[in-house]
């Protein structure tokens, strides 16, 4: 009888050192090895996602399951596109199920993102005035989920790196409130910390359930977190009227 792949003594996987290249900082060369060590890393490779990202949002659909057959997705900051590709996955984007609804998925960016079959990527900056129209036209109307795994740029200080991903989550709701359907959902990477709650008391006003977790797929040593907002009330609660 064969035995399975990785187990016993002479399965396991080697791991990979890197040595410090000549210019390359300690920094660079730690942040390399675990990437070639990653699980996560080495599965997205072999299952043809861009990044590990993409079991973040697997880990948190497989919990709360708001990527259902049929939805209209728009993922903000989609580069480089593993949450696209598995919401295309799961909302029948391509329609290879026709026994289930198809859904859409609609990605945008700031940046230029190589095709991502099922999904329609769009080079557009979501804080501009006319973005929440542009992306409603493209739809066709409101969507079901509105997702981001978007991170301000690093600056090296933890209190300002904070503060700047709280305003680019509040940012990223704000259009959600614009676009998203009654009852739809909202989700998003946030960093955890003090400065959010205000952020938090907006998402209970207007949504039905509203959970913080940590998902497998997210590095236990990264204070990253994520926000998943169902139920959304409506948007008369978010103009301020409720």
């Known amino acids: 009888m064969s035995e399975k792949p990785n187990s016993g003594r002479g399965q396991r996987e080697l791991r990979v050192r890197v040595k410090t290249a000549k ?4 920094s660079s060369t730690l942040w390399l090895e675990r990437q070639l060590n990653d699980p996560y890393v080495i599965r997205a490779k072999k299952e043809g996602y861009r990044g590990r990202a993409a079991y973040k949002i697997l880990e948190l659909d497989d919990k709360y399951g708001f990527l259902k057959p049929g939805a209209r997705v728009v993922d903000l900051g989609c580069a480089p596109g593993g949450w696209c590709q598995v919401a295309v996955a799961r909302v029948n984007a391509l329609g290879q199920n026709p026994k289930k609804p198809q859904g859409r998925v609609l990605g945008v960016d700031l940046q230029e993102v190589e095709p991502i079959a099922g999904a329609e990527i769009h080079q557009l900056d979501f804080l501009a005035d006319d973005a929440d129209a542009k992306v409603k036209g493209w739809l066709g109307g409101r969507a079901d ?3 981001s795994d978007m991170a301000a740029a690093a600056s090296g200080h933890k209190a300002t790196d904070h503060l700047r991903i709280v305003a680019l989550v509040e940012a990223a709701l704000a259009f959600a409130f614009d676009v998203l359907e009654d009852g739809g959902t909202f989700v998003a990477k946030v960093l955890a910390g003090g400065a959010e709650n205000e952020m938090q008391a907006m998402l209970k006003r207007n949504f039905r359930k509203v959970a913080n977790v940590k998902p497998p797929a997210s590095r236990a040593d990264s204070s990253e977190k994520f926000v998943v907002a ?3 009330r409506g948007r008369e609660i978010a103009g301020g009227e409720a």
């Not at 210019?23 to 300690?26: E, I, P, V």
């Open 23 to 26: 210019g390359r900082k300690l």
């Open 230 to 232: 169902m139920g959304y």
């Open 145 to 147: 989920v509105v997702m």
